[in-house]
Nanobody, 127 residues
Framework: EVQLQASGGGSVRAGSSLRLSCTAS????????IGWFRQAPGKEREGVSC????????IDHDSVKGRFTASSDVAKNTAWLRMDSLKPEDTAVYYC????????????????????WGKGTQVTVSS
């Protein structure tokens, strides 16, 4: 069964750090881009960061540049999202997804041709 599972969320104070994990099973993340997305209550889901496992490149939304870092280990079939200097506006359910590519269109980070969505993990940042 093809699955992605995001984990590592929690409740933290502003300025804190968290590291989310995205563990894949049933397929290899090696040929895919792992995208991180989030959805806050009452808002649409938005792209946050992506890592292209074929070339090892990353792309981040402007709102998280310099604070969030996507990484992965293909051998472990796992990706991570390191989140530093967290802000209350980062509060959301975070999801990972295997996509063909991520691209920035305007001020939006899009994940294209989604192969599989993982279950989300809640991140709550208090001021």
């Amino acid at each position: 069964e093809v699955q992605l599972q995001a984990s590592g969320g929690g409740s933290v104070r502003a300025g804190s750090s968290l590291r989310l994990s995205c563990t894949a099973s049933g397929f290899s993340i090696g040929g895919w881009t792992i995208g991180w997305f989030r959805q806050a209550p009452g808002k649409e889901r938005e792209g946050v960061s992506c890592i292209n496992n074929s070339v090892g490149s990353t792309i981040d939304h402007d709102s998280v540049k310099g604070r969030f870092t996507a990484s992965s280990d293909v051998a472990k079939n796992t990706a991570w999202l390191r989140m530093d200097s967290l802000k209350p506006e980062d509060t959301a359910v975070y999801y990972c997804a295997a996509v063909r590519e991520c691209k920035v269109v305007g001020d939006t980070l899009l994940g294209l041709s989604v192969y599989n969505w993982g279950k989300g993990t809640q991140v709550t940042v208090s001021s």
